[in-house]
């Protein structure tokens, strides 16, 4: 691994950590609800199933699921379905007379979403796939291989742990929690369109 290898991977994760999709919207969504344990507990779980992926395409174990058009078929229905799943509940979230939380976020309802929002999207390991492929070869070690993988996963936690974090500040967090019920509405609306995205892109394939 030389460094301008390395810092190619650093560039080009920083900016898929960073694009907007379903992982930021279930990530706030904790965050505002939860407050920052669970936003830091979906973080870090993300950042797991990331590396996950990470580490399957490296080793070879993704490039069997892209290959097969049934496993990755079944990996993205199961990705539209639970995002679809997530946005009905946002959508239908309703607030008590006392403006107390309806569901309140557990931290295990946190790591659940934070995990299974990375390991339904097979495009992940199409990523990593495409990526790794570029700088991975026959002769590289597999510390290298485990490096690349933990840069992953590092970089995808280490992001999400700064939204948690921003989010979930003192100063305005209470003040945010205050319509956690319209946020909560807004990030179903948002994950339900990407849902339909996913169904579209599944059916013209």
Not at 69 to 83: C, H, I, M, R, S
Not at 100 to 125: C, H, M, Q, Y
Not at 176 to 190: D, K, M, N, P, S
Request: hydrophobic content about 55%; aromatic content about 10%; glycine content about 10%.
């Amino acid at each position: 691994m030389t460094l301008a290898t390395w810092l190619t991977v650093v560039s080009i994760c920083i900016l898929g950590a960073m694009s907007p999709g379903p992982s930021l919207a279930v990530v706030l969504k904790q965050t505002l609800a939860g407050g920052r344990r669970n936003g830091v507990v979906a973080a870090l779980l993300h950042g797991l199933g990331v590396g996950l992926y990470a580490l399957l395409s490296i080793v070879g174990l993704a490039a069997i699921i892209t290959a097969s058009p049934t496993a990755f078929t079944v990996l993205q229905w199961g990705g539209a379905l639970y995002l679809a799943w997530l946005g009905v509940k946002g959508l239908t979230a309703r607030s008590r007379a006392d403006n107390a939380l309806p569901e309140v976020p557990t931290t295990t309802s946190a790591a659940r979403d934070g995990f299974l929002v990375v390991f339904l999207n097979p495009k992940i390991a199409v990523f990593f796939i495409a990526l790794f492929s570029q700088v991975v070869g026959q002769d590289t070690s597999f510390i290298a291989k485990l490096g690349y993988a933990a840069t992953a996963m590092i970089i995808d936690g280490a992001w999400y742990l700064i939204v948690a974090w921003l989010f979930s500040s003192p100063r305005w967090l209470k003040r945010l929690q205050q319509h956690t019920v319209w946020f909560e509405r807004l990030f179903g609306a948002i994950l339900l369109a990407l849902a339909g995205r996913l169904v579209v892109g599944i059916l013209k394939n």
